[in-house]
């Protein structure tokens, strides 16, 4: 299975979520780290709704990119940052539920760029349904921490 | 050059862009309107950063696929509602500026399928910079409306 | 389960796959059809490749859609045919290899639309690699049949 | 405007095409090279057909993808090597026509990524369709040349 490469990298991760503005703003929060995979999760939450009432299109892509992001950062060196450099979103059904999580999972890490891909799933008296998907390709960059 | 479909569409689009909890909870305001294109304009917002201090991607994404999705509908029917299918986003640079433009353009319209695409561009010190892109495809749903 | 919606699904497609010039062109031949599943399998083409000896990100492209498409076809009724509306691949490593498997999968079967995704595999010396994956939007096209 | 970084961009572009076995396969040639921006074109050729008697849209894809590689080429360094990292297309209609031109031009040229955007354009009885729409990255490989 994969590993984690720097040993704070845990750590690195919580502070830097912490440090996303938008993260807090939207109130998403981190659910589980794991070498390659990290899980966010959101309550439903009318402030970021598109018109119909469900939740926008481009907030679901935004947890599902954080989530690719994060868990492409878990497999890179120390010295790394990681920055998106595209993102497909699909929607197969409107965001709608009372809870959202967000998987986002490492295919393939390379040097400089990782293939991530993600999923939104809904949660809606205790059922779950996956509506939305990413494929996302992030980049490593090094030399940005002062 | 293409035509609103809908004699109503201006006004229904400034309806149901009001609706839309995400744009004025991220302080996304509309800039112009025009058959087949919409302009949305955004100041730099602290509350929706990324852990380096940039906007985050998936707040820049919403943005986009809200002028494209709002343009499709100056150019559907009047009953019709739009839904995102999908989209995709490239990042060129990072989203650094005092403030953004969003503009969102259809490149075909059918019936059921409309294709578009967007930009967005950073404004620093009166310079403007396209620093992302999207292609996304929007689907007319009728019977929506109640 | 997913199930065949129409009795011919099989017949029909065999049929489509030899009327497609693309395929026995590129000597691309049907392994396995299933509901909401194909897979198709080409041994490596000197034909078909690009100029450092890999074959064409564009012919992995091509046998990832014919799958994708053929997939969501086992689950479209009987008058039905499938289009391509748009497809996102991405190449994790080249494509190397004696022989390729494509498989593709239905995501979510609808009425008009189906989400579909594919991956190519590599073999080896009898080693698998997955090198490249797709998400593809397939439509369902009614009239076409004369 | 863009400049040739290296001198023989050209020729070592019209060398490398020459040994695309996929190009010569299909019929496609080379119609154009710019600084930035390379065309391609190819007759419509029933033997790279899907079943209903149109180009197979993955067809479509590589003349696409060659032209936005090669375009990405035309402003790398004379050391660098250029390798598909992902792309999108879009369908907009069939590929229908007695020919068809492919465009590829560089929206940012990096050291390392290149963003790229193609087209493909039909052309029947002297009238030209856009029909299909391309974004791709591409990314400069190092040290591959023997």
Sequence with gaps: MAQFRNPDAVARLRADFERQGAMSSM???????APGQVTLQMPFNPAFTQHHGYMHAGIITTAMDSACGFA?????EAEAEVLTVEFKSNFMSPAAGEAFRFEGEVVKSGRTLTFTQGRAVAISEGAEKTFATMTATMMAVRGMRG
């Design 27 to 33: 109130g998403i929060t981190l659910a589980d780290i």
């Design 72 to 76: 492409a950062f878990t497999l890179m």
